[in-house]
């Protein structure tokens, strides 16, 4: 067995290979960049390395750099993560050749299933079915959209070197299809420093399901079952579980088979992936290998039982499998989501910045039999940049069946307290809530049918509304009496707390009566209704568990002016004020915000790519004024009407923060 592993990453799965580490008395090496010299795994490492800039796209830099570290702390091994380095061949070779070894499969490998074109050809080969499409290179867009043309629209275009959804663009037409490739090439050049680009079939009504497969040294390869993997944005994962709730037996079984064939095809040996389109009908297609451990690897370990990362480190010592495919047995349901640096409200557009408040929900075992996991990198205070992916963390949940898995998750997505920057919470918590996700019935197009418009907060019914009217009104209560009991206060000074009050949810506004139970307190309604309420909510509290009638659950209360909040997907600020106050609100005027029609405002933190257009140009609807890169991302940003470009704020290169002028409109 190993001694000591470098671990060639950084973040939630740095941290999450040294844990195994650990486990196993095995001393781990972190590195890191000038972006964070002060991250989670770097304390949590016995040792670190400095590393150098934190740009993404110097892989001959990064390796060279990676070998010195390996050579000065002496490390025996290197675990390359997920990203970066995990899939370039020349970096397991370079280790091979200084006798280091490599927690992955061989070189030979991961250029064979690295290149999607190359990949395709080899799982035809071994019988694996694949979609139909143009394997061979395309050199511009006239070609692409001539290749889509013959294809059939609509097409996926890909980055041969892609992973992780960068360099995909679907193409509904010959205009998409010219601009998809630009985009596509663009960003692989960046994120992987390989423009080549192919294009497939699009198959309509997909799921991306995926099968994970183990091998040794010894031609021994097991499959451990399969993960849904179709809540998606922008061809990113965002929710995922093992098993798929579409996937029977059979089909099971014959995925796995075939994943078996493709590994056993290139001699696989350590963890890997390989990725299926199905369609409504159980066809299946091959999409990809992944020759590394995948970000949602999580869920295959907890119904399963298998800890992957301690698998992959035995492998590559040397060791044989420890069970055959007889052993794997898939025990209950585990759901995963993933907390992105993003903002929900702006179309998901990435967020930057410190976490102010970082509390996950305690990890282990929860009294109605479910698990919560929690795999990060961050803590209080983290600093989110821009110079990586915004994934914050994994929450995961399992229970004995797929409804208690996605309950329990929606309860520990309620616990999580994440504050300081835009994220997905309230998204991830509207899915776990939604009737299509619950009922299984997904895709990969899932968030673009449901969230057509992107994502505004869920809209509360009008018992949601009654119920959180009387939370704030509980909450209010017990603020009151404890100003009462302040000490100092005068005796015919001291206040009296009035029991009648006004609570307002956007334009709603309900009367209320409130007065003191035994174990909390009741809250009546104008029309007589009573609801109880109790809590162990204290101020100060950002979370209060909160029992209303017969209903347990957890509220964030964080104060907001008059007002609290309650986030479960939807984001309320429920405002208390006695009715003399509440009538005078009622006519106070409203703001208005600042005119902002002329201005084409950066829609995220980011660097300026491009300028499309110059000073003076008429420009039309949806023509391209300017691409921004954030987060390894390219986003590009189109007029919404015909105008006159007046100005130009902003030049190529530029680093600008969200809502800065990029260009002005006459």
């Known amino acids: 067995m190993f001694k000591k592993i470098l671990i060639a990453n950084r973040g939630e799965i740095a941290c999450r290979v040294i844990k195994t580490a650990q486990r196993l008395g095995i001393a781990t090496v972190a590195v890191y960049s000038d972006a964070d010299p002060d991250a989670l795994h770097v304390r949590q490492a016995d040792e670190a390395v400095q590393i150098g800039p934190a740009a993404s796209a110097q892989p001959d830099l990064r390796i060279a750099n990676i070998l010195d570290a390996v050579s000065a702390t002496g490390a025996d091994a290197v675990h390359p993560g997920y990203g970066f380095l995990s899939e370039n061949s020349n970096f397991a070779e370079a280790l091979r050749a200084k006798g280091i070894a490599f927690i992955g499969p061989s070189p030979v490998a991961i250029e064979a299933m690295g290149d999607k074109i190359t990949s ?62 630009h985009s596509s090439r663009n960003e692989a050049k960046n994120a992987f420093g390989d423009d080549r680009i192919f294009i497939e079939k699009f198959v309509t009504e997909p799921r991306h399901i995926e099968i994970q497969v183990l091998g040794d040294q010894y031609g021994n390869i097991v499959y451990l079952g399969e993960r849904e993997c179709s809540i998606q944005r922008r061809n990113q994962k965002i929710i995922e579980e093992a098993p798929s709730p579409f996937i029977d037996e059979a089909t099971r079984h014959a995925m796995g088979k075939q994943a078996v064939a493709l590994a056993k095809a290139v001699g696989y040996h350590s963890a890997g992936t390989v990725e299926f389109i199905v369609d409504r009908d159980r066809s299946f297609y091959f999409l990809e290998m992944n020759t590394r451990l995948q970000v949602e690897h999580p869920v295959t370990e907890l119904v399963t039982g298998i800890d992957l990362v301690e698998e992959m480190i035995r492998i590559a010592a040397g060791e044989k499998l420890r069970f055959g495919q007889k052993d794997v047995r898939l025990n209950g349901w585990a759901v995963e989501s993933r907390l992105y640096a993003e903002d929900p409200y702006r179309n998901f557009l990435p967020s930057i910045g410190r976490l102010t408040r970082y509390r996950p ?79 299984g019935r997904l895709s990969t197009a899932f968030i673009a049918e449901e969230f057509p418009d992107g994502f505004a907060g869920v809209i509360p019914t009008d018992a949601d509304e009654r119920k959180l009217a009387a939370i704030a009104a509980h909450i209010n209560w017990k603020l009151q009496h404890r100003n009462v009991l302040i000490s100092g206060a005068m005796d015919n000074h001291r206040r009296k707390v009035s029991r009648d009050w006004i609570v307002t949810l956007g334009s709603h506004a309900f009367a209320i009566a409130v007065r003191d139970e035994e174990d909390g ?56 004020r006695s009715p003399p106050i509440a009538e005078l609100a009622r006519l106070m005027p409203k703001k208005q915000p600042p005119d902002t029609s002329k201005l084409l405002l950066c829609p995220m933190p980011g660097v300026v790519t491009a300028i ?13 004024l300017a691409t921004v890169e954030a987060m390894k991302m390219e986003n590009v940003l189109r007029a919404e ?20 002028p990029i260009l002005e409109f006459e």
Request: some cysteine; charged content about 25%; aromatic content about 6%.
């Open 521 to 576: 307190t009741a809250v009546s309604f104008g029309d007589g209704s009573v609801l109880s309420v109790a809590s162990d909510w204290l101020p100060g509290r950002h979370i209060a568990r909160i029992r209303i009638g017969a209903e347990t659950t957890s509220i964030k209360t964080s104060r907001s002016g008059s007002g609290y909040r309650r986030w479960r997907g939807m984001d309320v600020v429920a405002h208390v």
């Open 641 to 660: 009407r015909r105008a006159v470009v007046k100005r130009i704020d902003a030049k190529a290169g530029a680093s600008l923060a969200v809502d800065e």
């Open 361 to 439: 929900p305690a990890e282990g075992a929860c009294a109605d039999g479910s698990l919560i996991r929690n795999d990060t990198g961050v803590v209080e205070g983290t600093e989110i940049s821009m110079h990586y992916d915004p994934m914050i963390a994994k929450l995961c949940a399992w229970a004995p069946d797929r409804l208690g898995a996605i309950n329990s998750m929606a309860a520990a997505l309620d616990d999580f307290e994440l504050e300081g920057i835009g994220n997905n919470l309230p998204f991830l918590a509207a899915v776990m809530d939604h009737p299509r996700f619950r009922e």
């Open 612 to 624: 499309a257009v110059s000073e003076g140009e008429s420009v039309e609807a949806g023509q391209v």
């Open 120 to 181: 395709k050809k080899i799982a035809a080969s071994a019988g694996v079915s694949t979609v139909p499409g143009h394997m061979a290179l395309i050199e511009d867009a006239e070609e692409a959209v001539r290749i889509a043309a013959e294809i059939g629209f609509p097409v996926m275009i890909k980055a041969s070197a892609g992973s992780g959804g960068k360099g995909m663009r679907i193409a509904w037409n010959e205009v998409e299809a010219r601009e998809g490739f």
